[in-house]
């Protein structure tokens, strides 16, 4: 069987792609959902159990983690954190936002945790989904908590800005008990995802040009990115679309603040997929290496 799937992907030439795609991942994975659709955007008629089959005998072997998942109602969680792409001196980091029932989710790159990255992450969070979640669930980082149980159990004394910003939007801050990150696993599991589904396979074309993955390029790519793959896979979970669940959570979200709302254009609102503003990308390289990676969707500023 394995040999009959080397030769079918071997005419036309997607065994060697798909092997130069593992390859220069490495020491990542790129999910065969990913290498599929981007083996059918060139011709490939097979099906993606084949290619699967193909792949799995280059994917180093994982032993998953049992993990217990509680849902809630529309409108009633958003799961926040920030999840590290790379570490040093050009440090990138994703603003992650997901909502608890339909596990929709929006993103920002940065390159720092500060407080005024979480709260920007927030507004434009809430601005995306067009609304705004009862309840916010984050860790315990001090830019957002800064002495947990501070006037009562769970009653946290917050930054000052975050404070004001939760009065602002009505919306209540929880903080995870400390060492139990896994009871924010939505917006965990999405990390994952984003990493593998989108970053890997990001990072990989930009080897392929000899470049490497800034916060412009993140940040014009994963608008898209959420809107075409992200909100209309599958989800393990749900095994909905969190495109299709969105469009049932906007209708419980809480309306933003008034002023908010006579800022931002009411164009595509509660438009499902949402998909944030286009994004400026700073001329660092050569303008046909942006067309090519970006598809001319995106100005170059």
Same mark, same amino acid.
């Given at each position: ?6 030769? /079918? ?22 999910? #065969? ?15 993606? #159990?084949?290619?699967?089959? @193909? ?13 217990? /998942? @509680? ?9 926040? =954190?920030?999840? *590290? ?9 994703? @603003? ?8 929709? *989710? ?22 995306? @989904? ?35 910003? *939760? ?29 593998? !589904? ?15 993955? =800034?916060?412009?390029?993140?940040? #014009? ?23 299709? /669940? ?11 603040? #008034? ?28 303008? !046909? ?13």
């Amino acid at each position: 069987m394995l040999k009959e799937v080397n030769n /079918r992907l071997n005419y036309p030439p997607f065994k060697p792609y798909l092997l130069q795609r593992i390859e220069l991942a490495k020491p990542d994975w790129i999910p #065969a959902t990913v290498l599929f659709d981007e083996v059918v955007e060139n011709g490939y008629q097979g099906g993606i #159990a084949q290619l699967r089959r @193909f792949v799995c005998q280059f994917k180093p072997s994982i032993v998953p983690e049992v993990v217990v /998942r @509680f849902e809630t109602q529309p409108g009633q969680q958003m799961q926040i =954190d920030f999840t *590290s792409i790379r570490r040093g001196k050009k440090s990138l980091k994703a @603003f992650v936002a997901t909502l608890g029932y339909s596990r929709a *989710s929006y993103v920002k790159f940065f390159d720092n945790e500060r407080a005024e990255s979480w709260q920007q992450g927030l507004r434009e969070a809430f601005d995306y @989904f067009g609304g705004v979640p009862q309840e916010v669930l984050c860790d315990n980082a001090k830019s957002l908590i800064i002495e947990r149980d501070a006037y009562a159990e769970g009653d946290h004394k917050l930054h000052v800005e975050m404070l004001q910003m *939760s009065k602002d939007y009505g919306f209540k801050l929880k903080a995870c008990k400390p060492y139990r990150a896994k009871t924010k696993g939505k917006v965990e599991r999405f990390n994952h995802y984003l990493k593998n !589904s989108f970053i890997v396979p990001l990072n990989t074309d930009l080897r392929a040009h000899n470049l490497e993955l =800034d916060i412009e390029i993140a940040n #014009a790519k994963v608008g898209p990115w959420l809107q075409r793959v992200a909100h209309q896979r599958i989800h393990g979970t749900t095994l909905e679309k969190p495109a299709d /669940r969105l469009a049932k959570e906007v209708k419980s979200l809480l309306p933003l603040p #008034a002023r908010v709302c006579q800022s931002i254009p009411q164009t595509n609102t509660l438009n499902i997929p949402i998909v944030p503003p286009l994004e400026s990308v700073s001329l660092q390289h050569s303008i !046909s290496v942006y067309e090519a990676l970006l598809g001319g969707e995106h100005v170059i500023a």
